[in-house]
Nanobody, 114 residues
């Protein structure tokens, strides 16, 4: 089992920035992939960004150039730096961990509004 705890969500104005963190604990093995998904009201959950333990990254087209994913393998923590936020980025953001199984965090709400 892997437990994921997210932090860093909140309310931000359009054009602002937020940094999300997700700390993993439990039976962590490598290689693994950690990442972020989001789900807006009335929409399906979508991949935002992911990063393997080897450093390979993947981004949704809608966030390329604005969001940056990073991780600290020693701390089993993944980060999502979100810049130039738009109202359409409003969603619940979920941390995801994939290795021998897939695990999800409980989510953190990001609201972009003036």
């Amino acid at each position: 089992q892997v437990q994921l705890v997210e932090s860093g969500g909140g309310l931000v104005q359009p054009g602002g920035s937020l940094r999300l963190s997700c700390a993993a604990s439990g039976s962590i093995v490598r290689p693994n992939t950690m990442g972020w998904y989001r789900q807006a009201p009335g929409k399906q959950r979508e991949m935002v960004a992911s990063m393997t333990s080897g450093g390979t990254t993947n981004y949704a087209d809608s966030v390329k150039g604005r969001f940056s994913i990073s991780r600290d393998n020693a701390k089993n923590t993944v980060y999502l730096q979100m810049n130039s936020l738009k109202p359409e980025d409003t969603a619940v953001y979920y941390c995801n961990h994939r290795s021998y199984a897939t695990y999800w965090g409980k989510g953190t709400l990001v609201t972009v509004a003036s």
